[in-house]
């Protein structure tokens, strides 16, 4: 069985106390309220990881993610951070492709397949990202592309790598706009990657996978999305920054 998760993007939001208080309330409702086995993750910006862990302790079901990671271990990089200082502190998951880090950064198919091995050399979870901006839905060509976005950065992987990588679909007209995917088109676009999947490592590695979506993601329209047979979770982005909403979206699952 895939593991259900629901994973928060806090982007860059937040000053060190505020994010502080945010973890505070996310675990005490986290305890109280969530049952079952959904896995909850927050990726924070790298200054807060370590002040966020030491909040949730070692016994919190909550996990800490970042948001990015550098395709080099170590060198004359100013402003980056590698994987391996990640898993230095502890940190489990890491965003790797988000739409936001192609738009503004350049980043493509080339580079993320470079960071997803790093990342992955060092023992971290890629929560790897894909989706298309609207004019390419327009021209009905989002198929094609999201599938593209994950062989340019993923089909490289063996078997016991790909096992490894939590993919994320956000298709970017429906992040930070307020306009969610239906949940007809999340579920058509998670099967259409589960199967794209299944192609080149098989029906058991694909089914194994699991695959989250993001893009305005709420506490009202998230248990809708979440019954889909192919959606395993979601990537959360401005709802996140909401203790009460995050929670009540990962009550949803
Ligand atoms: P929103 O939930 O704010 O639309 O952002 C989604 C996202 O980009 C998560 O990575």
Same mark, same amino acid.
């Given at each position: 069985m895939r593991s259900k998760i629901v994973a928060g993007?806090?982007?860059?939001?937040?000053?060190l106390d505020e994010a502080k208080a945010l973890t505070s309330e996310i675990m005490g409702m986290v305890a109280d309220e969530v049952k079952g086995d959904v896995k909850v993750v927050l990726c924070t910006p790298f200054p807060y990881l370590i002040p966020v862990k030491n909040i949730l302790g070692? &016994?919190?079901?909550i996990a800490v993610g970042a948001q990015n990671a550098s395709e080099h271990e170590a060198g004359a990089y100013t402003g980056e951070v590698s994987s391996v200082m990640l898993k230095s502190m502890d940190v489990p998951y890491v965003i790797l492709g988000h739409s936001e880090r192609r738009q503004y950064f350049g980043e493509d198919g080339k580079l993320l397949a470079k960071k997803v091995d790093v990342a992955l050399k060092h023992g971290l979870i890629p929560i790897f990202c894909c989706g298309e901006p609207l004019e390419v839905r327009e021209r009905n060509e989002h198929e094609a592309l999201v599938c593209r976005q994950i062989e340019e950065a993923l089909?490289? #992987?063996?078997e016991e790598s790909l096992k490894k990588i939590v993919i994320a679909y956000e298709p970017v007209w429906a992040i930070g706009t307020g306009k969610t995917a239906s949940s007809q088109q999340a579920q058509d676009m998670h099967a259409v990657i589960r199967k794209h999947l299944a192609g080149k490592y098989g029906q058991a590695v694909a089914d194994s996978i699991s695959i989250l979506y993001g893009g305005s993601v709420n506490a009202a329209n998230a248990k809708e999305l979440f019954a889909? =047979?192919?959606?395993? !979770?979601g990537l959360v982005g !401005? =709802? &996140? #920054?909401k203790s009460r909403e995050f929670v009540e979206i990962i009550k949803s699952i």
């Open positions: 993007n806090w982007k860059m939001n937040k000053t070692t &016994s919190s079901r089909f490289h #992987l063996n889909c =047979a192919d959606v395993d !979770g !401005g =709802a &996140s #920054l």
